[in-house]
C-alpha cells in the first residue's frame, strides 16, 4: 500500500483551472524586486542586487490605470521589493487614489516624517481609502532581526511612530515565520506592541510562509505532494483565491498574482486584456494559497 | 558587515532568481518574453467586451412607485423597526422594502417577524437568511478576525435559538434581490453585492469605475445595497445611483444612536431622475438597551446602542472608515 504522498506524486494528474471571477484587485511591482533589506524568508528573495523584474514608471502605471478603469478595478496595491525606493511612487499613488482606494506594502525604512505628511495629504485628498502596510516579522529585536535584518526591529518601529504621528494607522503585516504569530496569544502581544507605540485602533494582518524563493532556504522548499490535482477541489470552491479576482503587473508583463513573479510560467500576458483568462494551479504556492485560504490583500 | 550578510546583499549581481534557482538575467527576461498571451488589438477589444458582458436576470420588475423606503440589516431590533414603519407612513413611501439581515445582535430576533408583515415590509434574503434557512453553524458574515468572530458566533448562535422552524422558512422563501421601478429608473436591489451576498461595499473601497462596471453587468439604473452597516450615496458621473442603505439594526459608528435607511423619489429627468435621501430615525434606543441586558446580550453591544460607537466587526472597516470610528 503506498502513502497518500506517494500517491499524488506518482498519480501526476493535471492542475485545476482557476477561472478570473472579476478583476476586482490589481497589483503592481512597482519596485521590482529590489529592496534595501534581504529578509531569509522573502518568497522571491529581493535584495539590493536583485532586478529579476525592475521598478515600475508612472507611464508605465498610468497606462495599466487607463485600461483598469475600463475593466472597472476594484481595488489597487502596491508592492517590490520595497515601493519607496520607487522615485515615482507618491506620483502613482496620487493618479492611483483619484480612481480607487490604494494599498502599499512596505518594509517601513523610508517612512520619515515628511514622507509621512505627504502620504497623509494624499489620503486626506481622495475620496478612497490609502492603507501603509508594513512588515514585522517579531515581538522584539531578538526575533524580528535575524528574519528581516540586524538593527531593523527598531528602524520599523520608528517608521510605523512616524505614521502614526501623521495620523495614518497602518496595517502591521507579520508572517508565521515569527513563532505563535498565528495564534490568539501571539495576536495579542502583537496587539500589546502596537498600543505601547500609542496604537489605540491597532490593525494586524497574518500570512502563512511562501516556500519558496529565500524561504525555500530558509525553512524548507515544499515537497512534491504539495500540489493541487484535479478533482481534489471542490466545483466551486476555488473562489476564495485571490487569483480568481486579481492580477499582478510587473515591467515585464501581467502575472496571475503577487506570489509567482519568479516564475515564468505565471505570467498570463502583456496587458490587462490578455490576462482574462484561466490559469492551472500547479505550483506547490497555489496549495498554500488554497489550504490556507491565503489572500494577499488586506 | 558579516560575510554572511555581504553574500546576502550581492548574491544576485547580473542574475535573476528563477523560483529557487539563479539564473542569468537574460534568460530570465527571454523566458517571459514567450511566456503568457500576446493578442492582437482586435482580439483584446473583443476579451474586455467578453468580460464587460451584461448578465442580466430573470428577477421580475416591481411597481413602479413614485416613492418607497428602503432599509438595511433590521438585526432584531424590533424598536427600530416599528420607528421606520411610522417614519415611512408618514413620509408617504408607497412601499417599504427592506434588504436583509433581519437577526443578529439585538434580543428577541421573532419578535420583528409580526412587524414585517403587518407593514408589507417586501424583503430580501441577507447572509443571516440565508445561513438560518439553511441551518448553516455561522452567520458567513465574512470576518477574519478572531474577535469579531467571536461576537460574530455569539449573536449567531442566540438568533438561530431563538427563531422558529416556520419563521426560518420563510426567511428561506424570500427573494435574493428584487428590481424595482422608481418612476423611470429600475433599481436593482442586494444584500451585499449583486455579485456575493457577503461583499461589503462600503464607500472608501467602492470606486466609481467599479460601480460603473457593476451596474452595466447588472442592467440596471441604480443600486441599492446593505451589509456593511454604514450608509452612503454616490451618484456616478453616468447619471444612475449607487445607495447603501445603512442599517436600522444598530448605529452607524458616529457616536450618534440614531439609526438609517434610505427614501427614493421619483423626479422627473431634468431633475435627475430619482432623488436619494438618507434619513437618521428616532427610536426607543433605550427600551431596547434594556431588552438586550434582559436577554443577557454582550454588554459591548448594549454600549453600540447607548453610545452610537461600535466596539465590535472593526477589523473589517477600510482605512478611512476605521479612521473615523471610536474603537
Known amino acids: 500500500m503506498t502513502s497518500i504522498a506517494e500517491e499524488r506524486t506518482a498519480a501526476g494528474g493535471s492542475a485545476p483551472r482557476v477561472e478570473l471571477r472579476s478583476l476586482d484587485t490589481l497589483w503592481f511591482q512597482v519596485g521590482g524586486t529590489v529592496c534595501n533589506l534581504a529578509c531569509t524568508h522573502c518568497f522571491i528573495s529581493c535584495s539590493p542586487t536583485n532586478h529579476t523584474h525592475e521598478m515600475l514608471r508612472l507611464a508605465e502605471v498610468e497606462r495599466t490605470l487607463d485600461e483598469a478603469v475600463r475593466l472597472g478595478v476594484r481595488e489597487y496595491y502596491f508592492t517590490g521589493g520595497e515601493p519607496f525606493l520607487n522615485p515615482d511612487m507618491e506620483a502613482i499613488l496620487e493618479a492611483t487614489l483619484k480612481i480607487g482606494p490604494a494599498g502599499v506594502l512596505t518594509n517601513g525604512l523610508l517612512l520619515d516624517p515628511a514622507r509621512c505628511a505627504r502620504l497623509a495629504a494624499l489620503a486626506e485628498a481622495s475620496d478612497y481609502s490609502l492603507d501603509l502596510r508594513v512588515s514585522l516579522d517579531g515581538y522584539d529585536a531578538a526575533t524580528n532581526d535575524p528574519i528581516r535584518g540586524a538593527g531593523t526591529f527598531e528602524r520599523i518601529l520608528a517608521g510605523i511612530r512616524n505614521l502614526v504621528a501623521a495620523g495614518l494607522n497602518p496595517v502591521i503585516t507579520v508572517t508565521e515565520v515569527c513563532r505563535d504569530a498565528g495564534t490568539d496569544a501571539g495576536k495579542e502581544r502583537f496587539f500589546a506592541l502596537l498600543r505601547d507605540l500609542g496604537i489605540d485602533k491597532p490593525r494586524l494582518k497574518i500570512l502563512p510562509v511562501f516556500q519558496i524563493g529565500a524561504e525555500a532556504e530558509r525553512g524548507g522548499a515544499y515537497a512534491s505532494w504539495q500540489r493541487l490535482r484535479d478533482g481534489e477541489v471542490p466545483p466551486g470552491g476555488l473562489d476564495h483565491l485571490q487569483c480568481s479576482a486579481c492580477r499582478m503587473v510587473t515591467d515585464q508583463g501581467v502575472w496571475v498574482c503577487p506570489i509567482l513573479v519568479n516564475e515564468p510560467s505565471g505570467k498570463m500576458g502583456e496587458t490587462l486584456a490578455d490576462s482574462l483568462g484561466s490559469f492551472p494551479l500547479e505550483h506547490s504556492a497555489c496549495w498554500t494559497c488554497h489550504v490556507y485560504g491565503v489572500s494577499c490583500k488586506t | ?327
Open chain 2, 1 to 327: 558587515m558579516s560575510e554572511t550578510a555581504l553574500k546576502k546583499l550581492t548574491v544576485h549581481r547580473g542574475l535573476a532568481t528563477w523560483g529557487e534557482r539563479l539564473v542569468p538575467l537574460g534568460a530570465f527576461h527571454a523566458a517571459t518574453a514567450a511566456a503568457g498571451r500576446r493578442l492582437a488589438p482586435a482580439e483584446r477589444a473583443a476579451a474586455e467586451q467578453t468580460y464587460l458582458r451584461s448578465e442580466r436576470d430573470a428577477t421580475p420588475v416591481e411597481g413602479p412607485w413614485s416613492r418607497i423606503a428602503v432599509c438595511g440589516g433590521v438585526y432584531s431590533n424590533r424598536f427600530g423597526l416599528a420607528a421606520l414603519l411610522e417614519d415611512a407612513a408618514r413620509r408617504g413611501a408607497e412601499a417599504i422594502y427592506c434588504l436583509g439581515d433581519l437577526g443578529g445582535f439585538g434580543p428577541e430576533p421573532e419578535a420583528v417577524w409580526p412587524l414585517l408583515r403587518q407593514g408589507n415590509v417586501r424583503a430580501i434574503q441577507g447572509n443571516y437568511e440565508e445561513s438560518l434557512a439553511a441551518g448553516r453553524e455561522d452567520c458567513n458574515c465574512g470576518y477574519t478576525d478572531p474577535r469579531d468572530n467571536h461576537f460574530a458566533a455569539l449573536s449567531y448562535g442566540y438568533t438561530a435559538r431563538g427563531c422558529s422552524p416556520a419563521f426560518r422558512a420563510w426567511m428561506g422563501g424570500l427573494p435574493h434581490r428584487r428590481r424595482v421601478r422608481v418612476g423611470d429608473r429600475e433599481l436593482l436591489l442586494v444584500h451585499g453585492s449583486p455579485r456575493r451576498i457577503n461583499e461589503f461595499l462600503f464607500r472608501s473601497t467602492a470606486p466609481v469605475p467599479f460601480l460603473e462596471v457593476l451596474l452595466d453587468q447588472n442592467g440596471c439604473d441604480g443600486l441599492l445595497c446593505t451589509h456593511t452597516g454604514l450608509h452612503w450615496h454616490r451618484r456616478l458621473p453616468s447619471g444612475r445611483d449607487v445607495v447603501n442603505v445603512g442599517v436600522i439594526g444598530r448605529p452607524a459608528n458616529d457616536g450618534d444612536t440614531r439609526v438609517w435607511y434610505a427614501l427614493l423619489e421619483a423626479r422627473g429627468e431634468s431633475a435627475g431622475g430619482l432623488a436619494v435621501e438618507l434619513v437618521p430615525l428616532v427610536y426607543d434606543h433605550p427600551a431596547l438597551a434594556a431588552a438586550m441586558r434582559r436577554e443577557r446580550l454582550p454588554e459591548e453591544f448594549v454600549a453600540t446602542v447607548l453610545t452610537g460607537w461600535w466596539t465590535t466587526c472593526l477589523e473589517i472597516l477600510p482605512a478611512r472608515e476605521r479612521a473615523a470610528s471610536r474603537y
